[in-house]
C-alpha cells in the first residue's frame, strides 16, 4: 500500500541499472513483541501519514491520525488469517509486510474481517466505493502463486542509508529462491526509480476516484543466480 501523473513513458528504461551496494544491517522475520509492534506501527505512520495511497484511505479530517493509527494497527496486527508476515530491520528502522505464496489473496471471510477497520478509517460514505476499487487493483495481481509486498517503510530519519534496500534484497532473494514473482502497488511516483532498480516494471496503471493513480508494479519470477 503505498494524486500523480503518470511519469514519462521511458521513466523505467532509463533507470534500469544494478542497486547500489545496501548498507550492511540486520534484517529478520519474527513475532514482534508488544512493545515492537508499537514500535514498527509508529514507523509506518511517519512513513505513510503524506503518502498519496494512505491520504486516499484515511481522507483529511481532525481525527485523521487517528484513523491512520488505527488502520496500521489492523495491518500489523498479531499473525491471523489475512495478515501478512512483519519483516524487520533488526534496529527496527525499516520493515514490510509481505505475504508469500498464494500473494495475499484474500477469502470473503478475510475481507470482511478488513471492512470495520477500513470503515473507520475512510468513512462510511466513502466505504463502498473504496471497496469496489480495492478489490479491482487487487484482481491486477497475478493468478498464478506470487509474492505481495503490501508495505515497504523506512523511518523518515533513517532514509538514504540502504534500509529499504537491505529488506527488500532479503524478501526478493525469498522470491527467487522459490522462482516467483513479486507484485506490489504504489500511489507515489518517487517510489518508481526506486523499485525498477531492483528488477520491478509497471504491470498497470489505475486511476481511481479523488484523483489517486495507483501503479500496479511486478517484478518477473528469476532464479536466486539470475
Not at 126 to 135: D, G, K, Y
Not at 136 to 154: D, E, F, G, N
Amino acid at each position: 500500500m503505498s494524486a500523480h501523473h503518470s511519469p514519462p513513458p521511458d521513466a523505467f528504461a532509463s533507470s534500469r541499472r544494478a542497486p547500489g551496494k545496501a548498507e550492511q544491517v540486520e534484517t529478520t522475520r519474527r513475532v514482534l513483541e508488544a512493545a515492537e509492534r508499537r514500535l514498527v506501527q509508529a514507523l509506518f505512520q511517519r512513513a505513510f501519514e503524506h503518502d498519496p495511497h494512505f491520504a486516499w484511505l484515511v481522507p483529511a479530517g481532525a481525527d485523521r491520525l487517528a484513523r491512520l493509527r488505527h488502520l496500521l494497527e489492523h495491518l500489523t496486527g498479531p499473525r491471523s488469517p489475512g495478515h501478512g508476515e512483519i519483516h524487520v530491520t533488526g534496529d527496527l528502522h525499516a520493515a514490510a509486510i509481505w505475504f508469500p505464496p498464494p500473494g495475499g489473496r484474500e477469502r470473503l471471510r478475510q475481507r470482511l474481517g478488513h471492512l470495520p477497520a477500513l470503515a473507520f478509517a475512510c468513512g462510511w460514505p466513502r466505504l463502498p466505493m473504496r471497496v469496489l476499487e480495492l478489490r479491482r487493483i487487487a484482481a491486477l495481481r497475478p493468478r498464478a502463486p506470487h509474492c505481495y509486498l503490501q508495505m515497504l517503510a523506512v523511518d523518515p530519519s533513517h532514509q538514504r542509508r540502504g534500509l529499504g534496500s537491505a529488506l527488500l534484497g532479503t524478501l526478493l532473494r525469498q522470491a527467487d529462491e522459490a522462482h516467483l514473482p513479486v507484485c506490489l502497488e504504489t500511489g507515489n511516483a518517487t517510489n518508481l526509480t526506486f523499485y525498477a532498480r531492483h528488477g520491478f516494471a509497471i504491470h498497470h496503471v489505475s486511476h481511481l476516484s479523488e484523483g489517486l493513480t495507483l501503479w500496479t508494479l511486478l517484478r518477473p519470477a528469476r532464479t536466486a543466480a539470475s
